[in-house]
Nanobody, 120 residues
Framework: QVQLVESGGGLVQAGGSLRLSCAAS????????MAWFRQAPGKEREFVAR????????DFADSVKGRFTITRVNAKRTVYLQMNSLRPEDTAVYYC?????????????WGQGTQVTVSS
């Protein structure tokens, strides 16, 4: 079992920045691959970014490439999503998730989400 708790959401103006955190507890955090997803009102949940267990591989949705970065500190059992140059279309509830595999990921564990609102 992995328990995930997101924090860091809030209200920001377009062009601003936020850093989301996802703190993990439970099974060995360093062995799991982590990801961020988001869900805007009336839309399906979509992939944002992911990072492998070692932090050496990352992957991003095209819509956030060059603006968002994902990092992790295994000693702190925490993964971060740094979001820069935010746009109103980034407004969503952001969720972190954990997968035991990198190829064909299976996100078995999810946090409760944190709201990000970007005003124009």
């Amino acid at each position: 079992q992995v328990q995930l708790v997101e924090s860091g959401g809030g209200l920001v103006q377009a062009g601003g920045s936020l850093r989301l955190s996802c703190a993990a507890s439970g099974r060995t955090f360093r062995n799991v691959n982590m990801a961020w997803f988001r869900q805007a009102p009336g839309k399906e949940r979509e992939f944002v970014a992911r990072i492998d267990w070692s932090g050496s591989r990352t992957d991003f949705a095209d819509s956030v490439k060059g603006r968002f970065t994902i990092t992790r500190v295994n000693a702190k059992r925490t993964v971060y999503l740094q979001m820069n140059s935010l746009r109103p279309e980034d407004t969503a509830v952001y969720y972190c998730a954990a997968s035991p595999t990198w190829s064909a990921p299976r996100y078995d564990y999810w946090g409760q989400g944190t709201q990000v609102t970007v005003s124009s």
